[in-house]
């Protein structure tokens, strides 16, 4: 037997540390958090420490049996969240959170109609691939949901023609990862709060990549000041274990159908999730990532500036565009320079470091990409 979804890579990796991933003796700098899922580094002690408590006492028990974990969880969640967003659907992945946000947007408005970005990307299962743009990863399993319309991102005025009253909701990424690494600019979500609001739609912002601290704020939608519908989560928040959320408002919550899972909350996840939004929010882990993400982009600009199309991001959330294929410059990166980094697109190299990096990471890396496109 063998697996078939993934190209395995020639780096075997069994230890983390912090920053850091080993195969054998090779050391090397994760600068992709394994894909954004260790905003704390690898085997963070609170983390560690809370989920071994936790497998002692019990590993699971289902949700309608309440458990001090999930409750506390479900507090941190609701007192860290931007109000008056304070109910919380939790459960394994990002397309899971994201097919919850969607469903619940449907049963609460009665509308079906849903409004998604180009470049956009929420994931692969059939609702929230539905909502994804690129064709490549739509096109064998076609056909998906319908009444679906895209439009271009960061665009106030196509969202304003495109969202309607038979509109469920607009879902967007604050900053696109998997699209390219693309910011909204000023006022696109602010925009996007008033259009939505005045159809009687449901905005949900997509913080699977964006949440837990990595633009600078626990949330992105606090850094941009705009309280949406829904938020939903994943990758980071139990640092490395799977767990997701749809963190909604009353209004939402109050009519969200029929959903549910069977390991929707269970206590080790909670344990792990509480332990990293507590040391996120406790460390001051946001501060961190906006000061190393201006320092990261103005040394990568003074380095390499010249030597790439653009560089651009918010906080540790880092795209280069490269004038090349991305991968080649990512498999010199690993091999030559043992440095770990993602693609976002075909040619753009996308730093998404665990958020407690310091300085002499962000050298490390800017040396590194110097010498694989000077
Ligand atoms: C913005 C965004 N939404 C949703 C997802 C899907 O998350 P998952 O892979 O956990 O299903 C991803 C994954 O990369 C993502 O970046």
């Known amino acids: ?14 230890r983390g540390d912090g920053a850091y991933v080993y195969d054998d003796g090779t050391e090397y700098l994760d600068m992709g958090a394994s894909y954004a899922c260790v905003p704390l580094g690898h085997g963070h002690p609170a983390v560690q420490e809370a989920v071994s408590d936790q497998l002692e006492k019990i590993t699971y028990v289902q949700a309608s049996y309440p458990n001090a974990e999930r409750t506390a969880l479900y507090d941190l969640l609701a007192d860290t969240a931007p109000d008056p967003i304070n109910k919380t659907w939790l459960c394994n992945s990002g397309t899971e959170a994201n097919e919850a946000a969607l469903k619940f947007a449907r049963s609460a408005t009665g509308n079906s109609k849903i409004v998604a970005t180009m470049q956009g990307f929420h994931g692969r299962t059939m609702g929230a691939l539905a909502t994804t743009w690129k064709n490549k990863y739509k096109k064998p399993y076609e056909p998906l949901i319908g009444d679906v319309e895209f439009v271009p991102y960061d665009d106030s005025e196509a969202l304003d023609e495109a969202v309607d009253e038979d509109t469920a909701a607009f879902i967007v990424e604050p900053v696109q ?11 696109y979500l602010e925009a996007a709060r008033e259009i939505t609001e005045d159809a009687g739609a449901a905005l949900i912002f997509d913080e699977v990549q964006t949440g837990m601290g990595r633009t600078g704020a626990l949330w992105n939608s606090q850094r941009a000041d705009v309280a949406p519908d829904m938020i939903t989560a994943a990758k980071g928040l139990g640092n490395g274990l799977p767990v997701g959320t749809t963190l909604c408002r009353d209004w939402i919550a109050e009519d969200y159908g029929s959903h549910a899972s069977t390991f929707s909350g269970g206590p ?19 501060e961190n990532a906006a000061a190393m993400g201006d320092y990261l982009q103005t040394e990568l600009e003074a380095a390499v500036g010249d030597d790439v199309r653009d560089i651009r991001g918010e906080g540790l959330m880092i795209g280069v565009e490269v004038g090349r294929g991305a991968n080649a410059a990512l498999k010199e990166l690993a091999l030559n320079h043992q440095v770990l980094a993602l693609p976002a697109g075909r040619t753009v190299v996308r730093l998404l470091p665990p958020l407690t990096i310091d300085e002499s990471h962000a050298d490390a890396v800017v040396d590194a990409l110097s010498e694989v496109v000077g």
């Open 1 to 14: 037997m063998s697996g078939f979804v993934f190209n395995e890579k020639p780096i075997q990796i069994e």
């Open 177 to 187: 990862g998997e699209g390219g690494i693309n910011p909204a600019s000023d006022g």
């Open 268 to 286: 080790v996840i909670s344990a792990a999730a509480g332990a990293t939004v507590s040391t996120v929010v406790e460390d001051d882990v946001p």
